[in-house]
């Protein structure tokens, strides 16, 4: 089984979805990680050095199981839905041809969460069933499908 994770910003993997890839790794499947946005707005500091640590930061976590993570490097806090997303989006589907995909929910709290929910949606266009991470806090989301993490819970984020 091939399962493809995208997040918007380095660090959504680990906080919305990493234990359910440590659970799937667990299976065998196949883990490809894409990071949307550079994530030179997720802090304090210059935001290239800040890009630069946050990229380190998602390598290594994703280095944690296997996976050599893809980072689409569009600009932090400004994703939208349009056809150079959708497009990026696209083509990395038809690369990796998952099983399944997750992402981040449709009504998440961060704008750029729900950019890549909505491109993530039209570009899979029926080829690969889309999930949804629980939103921070689970504001808002009604889970249809459960992943028992309870075995991998020490390395989560």
């Given at each position: 089984?091939?399962?493809?994770?995208?997040?918007?910003?380095?660090?959504?993997?680990?906080i919305?979805?990493f234990?359910?890839?440590a659970?799937?790794?667990?299976?065998?499947?196949?883990?490809t990680?894409?990071?949307?946005?550079?994530?030179?707005?997720g802090?304090?500091?210059?935001?290239a050095?800040?890009?630069?640590?946050?990229?380190?930061e998602?390598?290594?976590?994703?280095?944690l199981l296997?996976?050599?993570?893809?980072?689409?490097d569009?600009?932090?806090?400004?994703?939208?839905?349009?056809?150079?997303?959708?497009?990026?989006l696209?083509?990395?589907?038809?690369?990796?041809?998952?099983?399944?995909?997750?992402?981040?929910?449709?009504?998440?709290y961060?704008?750029?969460?729900?950019?890549?929910?909505?491109?993530?949606?039209i570009?899979?266009?029926?080829?690969?069933?889309?999930?949804?991470?629980?939103?921070?806090?689970?504001?808002?989301?009604?889970?249809?499908?459960?992943?028992?993490?309870?075995?991998?819970?020490?390395?989560?984020?």
């Amino acid at each position: 089984m091939r399962v493809l994770a995208l997040g918007a910003h380095p660090d959504d993997i680990e906080i919305f979805m990493f234990g359910t890839m440590a659970a799937y790794a667990a299976l065998g499947a196949e883990l490809t990680f894409a990071i949307a946005t550079d994530g030179a707005k997720g802090g304090k500091g210059a935001p290239a050095t800040l890009a630069r640590a946050r990229r380190e930061e998602a390598t290594a976590a994703a280095g944690l199981l296997g996976v050599v993570p893809r980072f689409l490097d569009f600009p932090d806090g400004a994703l939208v839905a349009d056809a150079a997303l959708i497009g990026a989006l696209r083509t990395l589907i038809g690369e990796v041809k998952p099983d399944l995909a997750i992402t981040h929910a449709p009504n998440d709290y961060h704008g750029d969460h729900r950019a890549l929910s909505d491109g993530v949606r039209i570009a899979a266009s029926f080829a690969v069933p889309v999930l949804h991470a629980d939103t921070l806090g689970g504001t808002g989301f009604s889970p249809t499908h459960y992943v028992d993490i309870s075995g991998h819970a020490g390395i989560k984020a």
